[in-house]
Nanobody, 125 residues
Framework: VQLQASGGGSVQPGGSLRLSCAITGDILGRYYMAWHRQAPGKQREFVAG????????DYADSVKGRFTISRVNAENAVYLQMNTLNAEDTAVYYCASTIRPYGQIPTTTTTYNWWGQGTLVTVSS
């Protein structure tokens, strides 16, 4: 499976962006999907995850209420709607996938086996 993230860019504080992750080479419905990010000088961290059918979602505390993860399996696409962005959200954002039949959404980056190339989000005035 290949993942390709897009939609990053520069935005002012308080603005919004929508990231997209296109999946090729396999059926999206097999995978738990997640977005992670890595800010300069920091470790990569979990941002949001979603189960195979999209019934359950999980978010890092820092983005709860501002970010929304979604998926459209028929389109082999996953999205991250980011609202009320602030400078601390500046990072390279990665989509990632892991195969599991059920259970909690993994929040550790090492659990995810396939990664996209990342898309840069810069929040600055």
């Amino acid at each position: 499976v290949q993942l390709q993230a897009s939609g990053g860019g520069s935005v002012q504080p308080g603005g919004s962006l929508r990231l997209s992750c296109a999946i090729t080479g396999d059926i999206l419905g097999r995978y738990y999907m997640a977005w992670h990010r890595q800010a300069p000088g920091k470790q990569r961290e979990f941002v949001a995850g979603i189960t195979r059918t999209g019934v359950r979602k999980d978010y890092a505390d820092s983005v709860k209420g501002r970010f929304t993860i979604s998926r459209v399996n028929a389109e082999n696409a996953v999205y991250l709607q980011m609202n009320t962005l602030n400078a601390e959200d500046t990072a390279v954002y990665y989509c990632a996938s892991t195969i599991r039949p059920y259970g909690q959404i993994p929040t550790t980056t090492t659990t995810y086996n396939w990664w996209g190339q990342g898309t840069l989000v810069t929040v600055s005035s």
